[in-house]
């Protein structure tokens, strides 16, 4: 009898060892009129209200509530809903052409920013059920606004980049055509893709069509204080790491992330199979095809997930 108990209780643990194996990942969907081009979480969220604004390819931006869909996975409430009825809380539809360059702020709750095709920016400004949405515009650069960066630090400091091949910083307290700061006219060789604002040190990170990542030092914008080429194919996304400040990650459409350390003072590149790797560069991801964005996980150190044409990949790597 103790032999079987013995049997028992060891095929529980297995079954119970099988269970924590396998990986569950719920979803919910909502229907979108027209192709997402980019979408962004506030950071700012209450139990009955989370904010999710999104770029269609049809030049509107909407914004979402998506608290009841959030609720519904934890109680798989959402299943069977029909996802045609899901309305935007609110949508602009004030732009030109559509967009791509979009961020919250996360030193002021409920501020948008926004950037088109046209060259032209918009602040949004919440109110008590929408948004005040900016007639006037920031619209200093000469083509399309790619990316936009709220800081971190300074709450009416922005900057953006665009396929004019320039990093501007902005100040929204001033007037619109006024509000362009500083400029920096090449920061690359071809159209700057985007930018990500360092968390925790006055650094913005940049990468462009040429393949090209570089650093920029805000104290001193003249030149970049920091680049790195190792991709074959322009920059898809760029993000610091949530808490290591010298760590970040870089995707390409060379269908490769790449993981950085800045901490990695050595100038002398290191030989692995014949081919030159800058000692900064710790670790090599591939197996998706077109990479569209990668992020940082907030709380978990070093889990990245990182979206593309194929697939979601989700992944941490010993180097960080």
């Not at 931006?61 to 029909?82: C, F, M, R, Y």
């Not at 926004?114 to 918009?122: L, M």
Request: charged share 25%; aromatic share 8%.
């Amino acid at each position: 009898d103790e032999e079987e108990e013995s049997e028992s209780e060891s095929d529980e643990e297995d079954e119970e060892e099988g269970r924590k194996g396998k990986e569950v990942i719920n979803t919910t969907e909502l229907y979108h009129n027209g192709s997402v081009n980019r979408v962004r979480i506030c950071p700012h969220s209450t139990e009955s209200r989370v904010f999710v604004s999104t770029w269609s390819d049809k030049g509107k931006v909407h914004i979402w509530n998506i608290a009841p869909q959030l609720s519904g996975l934890e109680t798989d409430g959402q299943q069977g809903k029909d996802i045609s009825k899901v309305k935007p809380f609110y949508t602009f539809g004030g732009h030109v052409e559509e967009g791509y360059g979009m961020d919250w702020s996360t030193t002021r709750q409920g501020y948008l920013l926004t950037g088109d095709c046209t060259r032209h920016i918009h602040l949004w400004t919440p109110r008590e059920s929408d948004w005040l949405v900016s007639q006037s515009t920031f619209s200093a650069h000469g083509s399309s606004v790619e990316d936009l960066q709220w800081s971190p630090t300074e709450e009416h400091v922005f900057a953006s980049c665009s396929t004019d091949k320039s990093i501007r910083i902005w100040d929204d307290r001033a007037q619109s055509h006024k509000a362009n700061m500083i400029t920096v006219p090449d920061a690359h060789d071809a159209d700057v893709n985007v930018i990500n604002w360092n968390r925790m040190e006055p650094f913005i990170c940049s990468g462009g069509d040429d393949g090209v990542v570089k650093i920029w030092d805000l104290r001193q914008l003249k030149s970049h204080a920091a680049l790195f080429k190792h991709h074959s194919g322009p920059i898809t996304s760029v993000e610091w790491h949530p808490t290591d400040s010298g760590v970040f990650g870089v995707s390409g459409e060379d269908n490769q992330i790449s993981l950085w350390d800045l901490g990695v003072e050595t100038t002398e590149p290191v030989v692995i199979e014949d081919q030159e790797v800058p000692p900064q560069l710790l670790f090599i991801h591939q197996g998706q095809k077109e990479i569209k964005e990668l992020h940082w996980h907030p709380h978990i150190d070093g889990l990245l997930m990182s979206t593309s044409l194929d697939s979601f990949n989700v992944f941490k790597t010993i180097s960080v």
